[in-house]
T-cell receptor, first 116, second 110 residues
Framework: EPEVTQTPSHQVTQMGQEVILRCVPI?????FYWYRQILGQKVEFLVS????????KSEIFDDQFSVERPDGSNFTLKIRSTKLEDSAMYFC??????????????FGQGTRLTVV | TQLLEQSPQFLSIQEGENLTVYCNSSSVFSSLQWYRQEPGEGPVLLVT?????EVKKLKRLTFQFGDARKDSSLHITAAQPGDTGLYLCAVDNYGQNFVFGPGTRLSVLP
């Protein structure tokens, strides 16, 4: 069964360092998302990506964050200078829109980012 | 104000009991999804409901979409410890992103 894969599963980084989180969405999917979930809190939307550009981003997704799909398969989230409060689980998701009434998102297993 | 609210926030019950959790909004949606998330894992889709009043069953889980498509419920019959997890509802925000509710954390004790 096709699945969204994320690497690494866990990353520990020092404050101020850059990190790149990687995702391989399901191959025929068209929309890609990054979400984060701080421990014990809700799943928060960061950014959506379609047709090689950002289609929407939340207030959380500030200038420290960037996304790209460099080779048509990988979808990456870069955090330029990590802060302690960036520690969270980061989830990648992808969808292939069915009808406008019935879209379903498939999530990866997540990357646990710990900033120390 | 949150787009989606879920209740209760926490629920701890004994194995074999029945339970219902709720997802509410003041907005109307074309569809609504329920996900289950286990610790350290990503959300896993359980069901999508589309039509107002729709009822879907998945083994011991029954999902209902409100007639006005503003709310939904998840009923679990004879809960088992394997049902333990965070139950999230989510809506497609006009094709731009999925917005999640805060979740109901269910604990089923053996």
């Amino acid at each position: 069964e096709p699945e969204v894969t994320q690497t690494p599963s866990h990353q520990v980084t020092q404050m101020g360092q850059e990190v790149i989180l990687r995702c391989v969405p399901i191959s025929n999917h068209l929309y890609f998302y990054w979400y984060r979930q701080i421990l014990g809190q809700k799943v928060e939307f960061l950014v959506s990506f379609y047709n090689n550009e950002i289609s929407e981003k939340s207030e959380i997704f500030d200038d420290q964050f960037s996304v790209e799909r460099p080779d048509g398969s990988n979808f990456t989230l870069k955090i330029r200078s990590t802060k302690l409060e960036d520690s969270a689980m980061y989830f990648c998701a992808s969808i292939i829109p069915g009808s406008t009434l019935n879209t379903e998102a498939f999530f990866g297993q997540g990357t646990r980012l710990t900033v120390v | 104000t949150q787009l989606l609210e879920q209740s209760p926030q926490f629920l701890s019950i004994q194995e074999g009991e029945n339970l219902t959790v709720y997802c509410n909004s003041s907005s109307v949606f074309s569809s609504l999804q329920w996900y289950r998330q286990e610790p350290g894992e990503g959300p896993v889709l359980l069901v999508t409901v589309v039509t107002g009043g729709e009822v879907k069953k998945l083994k011991r889980l029954t999902f209902q979409f409100g007639d006005a498509r503003k709310d939904s419920s998840l009923h679990i019959t004879a809960a088992q410890p394997g049902d333990t997890g965070l139950y999230l509802c989510a809506v497609d925000n006009y094709g731009q992103n999925f917005v999640f509710g805060p979740g109901t954390r269910l604990s089923v004790l053996p």
